[in-house]
């Protein structure tokens, strides 16, 4: 069990496939949604964006929200990630269905911008 543990959580880190599927609430304690996945700098390493899953039945007719991940919280006692966003603003936000946005500096200002993030990267 505590090799399990140590590669798969700690107290400050946690692994990848344990993140995905991770629910995500509101400061209101409202489940948006859940994180279908995030996206890694391939250089620093950092996580960029949170990619939630939100809308349509069991994940189908879903579509998928990228949130800077310096937006998310992690609740202990909810056992997800709390963001303070509205779900109307959410249902507004930059989303995609089936086909991944490329995810350049562009894409990157957008998402940003909409969040009203600074955009940290050149």
């Known amino acids: 069990m505590a090799d399990t543990l140590a590669t798969e959580e700690t107290n400050r880190l946690i692994s990848s496939d344990r993140v995905e599927g991770t629910t995500v609430y509101n400061r209101n304690g409202e489940k948006l949604?859940?994180?279908r996945n995030?996206?890694?700098d391939k250089r620093s390493g950092k996580a960029e964006y949170a990619v939630l899953q939100f809308g349509?039945?069991?994940g189908l007719g879903s579509d998928h929200y990228p949130i800077p991940w310096d937006m998310l919280d992690y609740?202990?006692?909810?056992?997800?990630?709390v963001v303070d966003i509205d779900k109307s603003k959410l249902e507004r936000a930059p989303r995609y269905a089936?086909?991944?946005p490329a995810y350049d500096h562009l894409y990157g200002r957008e998402?940003?911008?909409y969040w009203g993030v600074p955009y940290p990267f050149v």
């Not at 609740?75 to 997800?80: A, K, M, N, R, S």
């Open 98 to 100: 089936s086909e991944q």
């Open 38 to 40: 995030f996206m890694v």
């Open 75 to 81: 609740d202990t006692d909810l056992g997800g990630y």
């Open 56 to 58: 349509g039945l069991f």
């Open 111 to 113: 998402v940003y911008g």
């Open 33 to 35: 949604g859940s994180v």
